[in-house]
């Protein structure tokens, strides 16, 4: 019988855009934040792009798009307001994307360990992987907050491979933004671009090794991408 080339193997994954579709309760607490300034709602696809460069960010933007300026002390508050509504319906509309589940048992049965790697703080990241009973699937889980680093810094990732109990040269990183790709590169580690995250440009354009348009195929692109670096 061969050997399963994910004996061993560490699969660390972004979360926002990458393994859930977060956009539903990250867009209501922008616009739970707009509304409590008395603007109108922003469309998601207005908002969407931002997610990946965290929450102050998407308020930012929101605001700028709604043709309002803030100090930096009052986007202080307005982000504790973010928080506090996003914490309390972390799960209201965010589900794992298409064939994610399935897709990460499979990869975990044949030897895969697997982790993440977020920019989301590390409470809330664990919030809602609790509240979607998604936690005990990953042997590590690593938030912004975590180390002393995060994304784009390759410690972030290089951390949450050794928390994992895996080796770089063994690893892969999944991700949907350019902070993803950027931060694979830098530590050495190829990395799946998904196309149906929240990057502001499109994947493919940010030239990872790979990109999938769903998760239905990732088992087999994982493994060629092992088989290769063999």
Not at 9 to 37: E, S, Y
Not at 127 to 147: C, H, N, S
Not at 186 to 213: E, H, K, N, R
């Amino acid at each position: 019988m061969s050997r399963s080339p994910f004996n061993g193997a560490t699969i660390v994954f972004d979360l926002d855009g990458t393994l859930i579709d977060t956009a539903p309760d990250l867009i209501g607490a922008t616009n739970h934040v707009l509304a409590g300034l008395s603007l109108p709602p922003r469309p998601a696809a207005a908002v969407q792009p931002w997610i990946s460069f965290g929450a102050r960010r998407m308020i930012e933007e929101a605001l700028n798009q709604s043709g309002t300026t803030q100090s930096q002390t009052q986007i202080d508050k307005l982000l504790e307001i973010f928080l506090d509504h996003y914490e309390a319906n972390i799960a209201r509309g965010s589900r794992p994307f298409p064939h994610v589940l399935d897709e990460i048992s499979r990869l975990a049965g044949a030897g895969a360990r697997l982790a993440i790697c977020t920019n989301k703080r590390e409470a809330l990241t664990f919030k809602l992987l609790d509240a979607l009973q998604m936690t005990p699937r990953f042997a590590a889980i690593v938030g912004r907050d975590t180390l002393s680093v995060s994304k784009p810094d390759p410690g972030h990732l290089i951390g949450t491979i050794e928390r994992a109990g895996g080796r770089l040269e063994h690893a892969i990183m999944v991700g949907d933004s350019a902070v993803d790709v950027a931060t694979a590169r830098a530590a050495g580690v190829p990395v799946v671009g998904v196309s149906f995250g929240y990057s502001d440009v499109p994947m493919s354009d940010l030239d990872p090794d790979v990109t999938i348009d769903t998760y239905a195929n990732l088992s087999a692109v994982l493994e060629r991408l092992f088989t290769t670096a063999a």
